[in-house]
Nanobody
Framework: QVQLAESGGGLVQPGGSLRLSCAASGRIFNIYAMGWYRQAPGKQRELVARISSGGSIDYADSVKGRFTISRDNAKNTVYLQMDSLKPEDTGVYYC????????????WGQGTQVTVSS
């Protein structure tokens, strides 16, 4: 059973940077697209970045040019480099494998909190 563990969040000032990591048990996720999601309190979880098994990448307009998603299949890990952070980036960040139409393949991990505040 694949388990996902997010890490790297924290408190950062606007304009700062964070690098999030998502470690997956096993290697099953290597054949699937992986994505980073975020959720603010009382809001829907939204997909902000996606990377296919072959390395093609898509970003939500809100993070394009500021966030970079990457994956290291040998390490079963997906990363999200977050630069030029804004207060509206605040939320709990999760990783998962998008299945389409808001469906994901694996159980959600606990996520990692990102707070952007001066």
């Amino acid at each position: 059973q694949v388990q996902l563990a997010e890490s790297g969040g924290g408190l950062v000032q606007p304009g700062g940077s964070l690098r999030l990591s998502c470690a997956a048990s096993g290697r099953i996720f290597n054949i699937y697209a992986m994505g980073w999601y975020r959720q603010a309190p009382g809001k829907q979880r939204e997909l902000v970045a996606r990377i296919s098994s072959g390395g093609s990448i898509d970003y939500a307009d809100s993070v394009k040019g500021r966030f970079t998603i990457s994956r290291d299949n040998a390490k079963n890990t997906v990363y999200l480099q977050m630069d030029s952070l804004k207060p509206e980036d605040t939320g709990v960040y999760y990783c998962n494998a998008p299945y389409g139409s808001g469906i994901v393949r694996y159980n959600w991990g606990q996520g990692t909190q990102v707070t952007v505040s001066s």
